[in-house]
C-alpha cells in the first residue's frame, strides 16, 4: 500500500518532465555526497538519501537531452528511482539504449503469431476511475468512440520479458510501471500513440514494451510504429463505425464478427473474440482481441493477417458499447 501511494505521488510531481526523459544504459559514480531526489521539481526526498563518494549506480535515464540529472536505482531506497545532480559524479557507459536489430524474414519455418488486443476505453474506465487516462476522458475524446490499443504480443502467450532484467519483470507485472524505463519514440510517434493508447497516461507503453515488446524482435519504434498502424486500420473500418453509431445499445457477437467480414474478408470474423465485464446490473464490452498471423511490416494488410490465423473462440455473445463517463 505505501509503495502505490508513493507510486502515485510520483506520477503526480513528475507527469509534466517524464515524456521528456532520455533512455541510458550504463552507471553513474559517485564523486561526492549529493541528495537522491524523487522530484527535481519539487526537491522531495523521502528517507533524506544520498549518493556515496566512489559507489556506482545503475542508470534508468537522463531528465532531458542536455541533462541536468540522473535517474538512478538506490537500492534500500523507498522508490530505488531518483534523480541525482551531473555534476555529483561521472556518467560511465552512459549511451542512449540501443534499439534491437532489424528484423530479417524468416528464411522457412512457422509464420509468426500475434495477438493484438483493444480496448474499449469507456468500459475499462467504468472499473479503473482512478488512472489518469479515466479522470481526464471526455465525450469529445478520440478513445470515446475510438478502439484503444491495449497491445501488440508475440505468441505463445509464454513468450514475454525477453532478455529483461528482473527487477523490470517484477515493477511490470505489479503495476509500478512509472519504475520501467522510458520508452524513447520519436515526436510524431509520440503523439500518434499518445491518441490511440490513452493508457500512456499511466505509462502502459513502458509496461507493454518490457513484457511483450522485447519479444518482438524490432525497435521499439517499430514496434509501436506496427501498432499504431494496425490500429488506424481498424479505427478507420466498418468496425469502428459499428461501435461508434451503437454507443450506449447492446452488440452482439454475431454482429462484431460479421463486420470484421464486411471490413476485412470472408471469415475474418472468426478471429476474434469479445470480451465482456459486469457492471452493475449489465454487461459491457471491454475489449477485442484479433488473432493475427504473418510477418507485421509498415505495409502489412490487417485483412490478410487476420484471415492467416486460425478461427478462435468468440468470448461473450453480447454487451453494451459503454458511453464516456461513469454509467
Known amino acids: 500500500m505505501v509503495r502505490t501511494i508513493l507510486s502515485l505521488l510520483l506520477l503526480a510531481v513528475m507527469g509534466a518532465s517524464v515524456r521528456a526523459e532520455v533512455p541510458l544504459d550504463g552507471t553513474f559514480t559517485a564523486q561526492r555526497t549529493c541528495p537522491a531526489l524523487q522530484s527535481i521539481n519539487r526537491q522531495t526526498n523521502p528517507g533524506d538519501i544520498t549518493v556515496s563518494p566512489g559507489a556506482t549506480y545503475r542508470v534508468i535515464a537522463a531528465n532531458k537531452a542536455q541533462a541536468t540529472h540522473y535517474w538512478i536505482v538506490v537500492h534500500g531506497a523507498q522508490p530505488d528511482r531518483r534523480w541525482v545532480a551531473v555534476e555529483c559524479g561521472s556518467l560511465d557507459g552512459g549511451t542512449a539504449s540501443m534499439p534491437a536489430p532489424p528484423r530479417q524474414p524468416p528464411a522457412s519455418g512457422p509464420k509468426p503469431r500475434y495477438t493484438m488486443a483493444v480496448s474499449w476505453q469507456p468500459a475499462f474506465c467504468e472499473a479503473h476511475t482512478r488512472t489518469p487516462e479515466c479522470r481526464s476522458q471526455t465525450p469529445g475524446r478520440f478513445d470515446a468512440t475510438h478502439f484503444s490499443l491495449h497491445g501488440l ?124 465485464e459486469r457492471d452493475g446490473d449489465r454487461f459491457v464490452i471491454s475489449e477485442l482481441t484479433i488473432s493475427l498471423v504473418g510477418p507485421i511490416t509498415p505495409d502489412a494488410d490487417l485483412a490478410e493477417l487476420t484471415a492467416a490465423a486460425r478461427p478462435t473462440d468468440g468470448g461473450c455473445n453480447i454487451g453494451t458499447v459503454d458511453p464516456a463517463g461513469l454509467q
Not at 464478427?257 to 470474423?269: E, H, L, P, Q
Open 153 to 276: 504480443w508475440p505468441e505463445p502467450f509464454e513468450n514475454v520479458f525477453c532478455d529483461v532484467p528482473a527487477d523490470q519483470v517484477r515493477d511490470s507485472e505489479d503495476g509500478y510501471w512509472e519504475y520501467l524505463p522510458p520508452v524513447a519514440l520519436s515526436a510524431r510517434l509520440r503523439s500518434a500513440l499518445d491518441q490511440v493508447m490513452p493508457g500512456t497516461r499511466s505509462q502502459l507503453e513502458r509496461h507493454e514494451w518490457t513484457k511483450h515488446g522485447t519479444c518482438y524482435g524490432a525497435s521499439q519504434e517499430q514496434y509501436f510504429t506496427d501498432a499504431v498502424a494496425l490500429m488506424s486500420a481498424l479505427n478507420s473500418s466498418r468496425v469502428a463505425n459499428l461501435f461508434a453509431a451503437n454507443i450506449g445499445r447492446q452488440l452482439s457477437q454475431r454482429q462484431v464478427r460479421s463486420a470484421f467480414d464486411a471490413a476485412f474478408g470472408s471469415g475474418t470474423g472468426q478471429r476474434v473474440s469479445m470480451d465482456c
